[in-house]
Nanobody, 117 residues
Framework: QVHLVESGGGLVQPGGSLRLSCAASESIFSIYVMGWYRQAPGKERELVATITSGGNSFYGSSVKGRFTISRDNAKNTVNLQMNSLKPEDTAVYYC???????????WGQGTQVTVSS
């Protein structure tokens, strides 16, 4: 299991921006895939974005064009830049990592993002 710690959540007005970071306890250079998921009250956890060790990214349809995922192998972090935030983006955001295709995923503790005026 990879130890993951998220940061950067908070309260932001609609249309605003936030940047989330996920720090890993080990080198992420060869970690197969890392990503962000979110869970709003009363809803299932949903995929936000993922990025592979090769730099290929994938986005959920609700955030495509507004969010950008990136990984910094030198700092062992994965970041999520969130722009044009909407109230429906309000959720707890979780970082996720899988060392390889067959590995069980590791999860961080989550960081709250609230979009409200």
């Amino acid at each position: 299991q990879v130890h993951l710690v998220e940061s950067g959540g908070g309260l932001v007005q609609p249309g605003g921006s936030l940047r989330l970071s996920c720090a890993a306890s080990e080198s992420i250079f060869s970690i197969y895939v890392m990503g962000w998921y979110r869970q709003a009250p009363g809803k299932e956890r949903e995929l936000v974005a993922t990025i592979t060790s090769g730099g290929n990214s994938f986005y959920g349809s609700s955030v495509k064009g507004r969010f950008t995922i990136s990984r910094d192998n030198a700092k062992n972090t994965v970041n999520l830049q969130m722009n044009s935030l909407k109230p429906e983006d309000t959720a707890v955001y979780y970082c996720n990592a899988k060392r390889n295709y067959y590995d069980l995923p590791s999860w961080g503790q989550g960081t709250q993002v609230t979009v409200s005026s």
